[in-house]
């Protein structure tokens, strides 16, 4: 059993991770409608990952035999005037998603729950790398999105990832 509050967090998180996949895919929806089909491939993928989030806290949660609840998935609500636009809400999203498994952490410690300590330092990681990649994105498009040939070169390379597998195995 975990304390009742950091079980209320990641409970809580399931539905945040959820959200974020549910926004990338709108960001994919995004791309495709502009022809950027490499663009829509990352997000689509991101949007996986996500999911995967999603189901290793699900699993973290079962294995310590706590009920798991979901709730309604927000609608993405954001409109978009320039391809870079999702990128920014993306990379503000992953900050705001960090400050969000720094609580769960903070409330881990708080208790001594060093098992959720644990499995967190695996989020709290991969926060590090959301956020570099979102701002990798940001300077790609800076340098060279606003070339005809040079946003289709980065379409190109955006089209060949892949999705893999989260590395955490519970
Ligand atoms: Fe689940 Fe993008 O962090």
Same mark, same amino acid.
């Given at each position: 059993?975990?304390?009742?509050?950091?079980?209320?967090?990641?409970?809580?998180?399931?539905?945040?991770?959820?959200?974020?996949?549910?926004?990338?895919?709108?960001?994919?929806?995004?791309?495709?409608?502009?022809?950027?089909?490499?663009?829509?491939?990352?997000?689509?993928?991101?949007?996986?990952?996500?999911?995967?989030?999603?189901?290793?806290?699900?699993?973290?949660?079962?294995?310590?035999?706590?009920?798991?609840?979901?709730?309604?998935?927000?609608?993405?609500?954001?409109?978009?005037?320039?391809?870079?636009?999702?990128?920014?809400?993306?990379?503000?999203?992953?900050?705001?998603?960090?400050?969000?498994?720094?609580?769960?952490?903070?409330?881990?410690?708080?208790?001594?729950?060093?098992?959720?300590?644990?499995?967190?330092?695996?989020?709290?990681?991969?926060?590090?790398? %959301? %956020?570099?990649?979102?701002?990798?994105?940001?300077?790609?498009?800076?340098?060279?999105?606003?070339?005809?040939?040079?946003?289709?070169?980065?379409?190109? %390379?955006?089209?060949?990832?892949?999705?893999?597998?989260?590395?955490?195995?519970?």
């Amino acid at each position: 059993m975990l304390d009742p509050k950091v079980k209320e967090l990641i409970n809580t998180q399931i539905n945040q991770e959820l959200y974020s996949a549910y926004l990338y895919l709108d960001f994919a929806n995004y791309y495709y409608d502009e022809g950027l089909d490499g663009f829509a491939n990352w997000y689509d993928i991101q949007a996986q990952e996500e999911r995967d989030h999603a189901m290793l806290m699900r699993t973290y949660l079962q294995n310590n035999g706590e009920r798991v609840t979901l709730d309604a998935v927000a609608k993405p609500d954001q409109t978009f005037n320039s391809p870079e636009d999702p990128l920014k809400a993306g990379l503000e999203h992953e900050i705001y998603v960090t400050s969000l498994i720094n609580t769960i952490y903070k409330a881990a410690q708080d208790v001594n729950d060093f098992r959720t300590m644990q499995c967190f330092d695996w989020f709290v990681k991969e926060q590090g790398e %959301e %956020e570099k990649n979102a701002d990798d994105l940001i300077k790609k498009y800076q340098l060279f999105g606003h070339d005809p040939k040079g946003l289709y070169a980065l379409n190109q %390379e955006l089209l060949t990832r892949t999705y893999a597998a989260p590395s955490l195995v519970l």
